[in-house]
């Protein structure tokens, strides 16, 4: 199975180091020097890792063959993509592959269904799974302990407790103002 862990940004320098948006929990797996990835598009690759290493807190990548600024500029926005055992479980417990989670039904804690997931997003902050409801409408959900309660793999789905508003239009609306004037 191939799963996209990195996509190449910007030249670094002028020995042919580029940035890399990392899209992988596990980089030093993924984009460990001598790693073979393939790419998308497919006619920018295969490239191999020469060297990797870490400066201002962005991971940087020399790929062999590429020796100069300019061949490091042509890499940039190209996807890389590593062959995954699809079977390969992440080292942490409470870890997941998106291609675990695509497709999972999500329930509420009391069994009501919400829908279908259809995409992970990966932001800054969070993951969120964006979630395809019966109706056809989306939803997005954080991908945070207090909000997905369980994940279970063999019954192929996510259990969530979500706070008012999220998945309905119950929100609560707490005001301090309201506190104050019935006191």
Do not use: C
Request: aromatic content about 2%; cysteine-free.
């Amino acid at each position: 199975m191939q799963l996209v862990v990195a996509r190449i940004g910007r030249a670094h320098g002028i020995k042919g180091e580029v940035t890399v948006e990392v899209r992988t929990d596990e980089p030093e797996l993924r984009l460990a020097p001598g790693a073979v990835l393939t790419t998308d598009p497919a006619s920018a690759g295969p490239l191999t890792i020469e060297t990797g290493r870490v400066h201002s807190g962005r991971l940087l990548l020399r790929f062999e063959g590429v020796r100069d600024r300019t061949a490091a500029e042509e890499l940039r926005n190209i996807l890389l993509i590593a062959e995954v055992d699809p079977d390969a479980l992440p080292e942490e417990e409470d870890e997941y592959y998106d291609h675990q989670l695509m497709d999972l039904d999500v329930v509420t804690a009391d069994g009501v269904e919400v829908g279908r997931i259809t995409e992970i997003s990966h932001l800054p902050s969070q993951d969120l799974f964006i979630v395809e409801r019966p109706d056809g409408s989306e939803v997005m959900i954080p991908f945070v302990e207090e909000i997905v309660a369980e994940i279970d793999l063999e019954e192929q789905r996510a259990v969530i407790t979500p706070p008012p508003g999220l998945i309905d239009d119950r929100a609560e609306i707490v005001s301090t103002r309201d506190a104050e004037a019935e006191g």
